[in-house]
């Protein structure tokens, strides 16, 4: 499931579980999604990878109109994990600012500059069809 959110519905994108990982998982997303559009990071996509992958529950994709804006979203979003309680997030690209990855074990942030985010295209990597056994030509 992919979910393009705009200001206000990203609470809702998702049903709340009874289980205390998923609610955790839940909870990292909302407070990801609240310091992401509190950042004014644009084209905010969520990817539900739960079942699908082993690295987590969800994946964000966000952009950030510069190299400095990509930093300051990245910043934000580690303090906020922080003084949340998440800990600390794996992070790599900081230092760049083309392309920042923030790890929290039930979310992994993507934050691109736009045209970094076009040329790697994530979100149809992972929008792209389960191939089910026997349907490989």
């Known amino acids: 499931m992919t979910t393009v ?30 310091s992401l559009e509190d950042s004014k990071a644009e084209n905010i996509v969520t990817i539900n990878i739960a079942g699908k992958s082993a690295l987590g ?45 923030i790890d929290t074990g039930d979310v992994i942030v993507h934050i691109f500059r736009p045209e970094i985010r076009e040329f790697y295209n994530i979100e149809k990597m992972w929008a792209a069809p389960e191939i089910e056994d026997g349907t490989l030509h």
Do not use: C, Q
């Open 5 to 34: 959110h705009a200001k206000g519905y990203a609470a809702t994108a998702y049903p709340r579980s009874t289980g205390s990982s998923d609610e955790a998982a839940i909870r990292a997303l909302n407070l990801v999604l609240e």
């Open 57 to 101: 529950d969800f994946m964000v994709v966000v952009s950030g109109r510069s190299n400095r804006h990509v930093m300051a979203i990245a910043d934000h979003l580690i303090t906020d994990l922080k003084d949340e309680g998440f800990g600390n997030s794996r992070v790599e690209g900081l230092e760049g600012g083309d392309w920042v990855l």
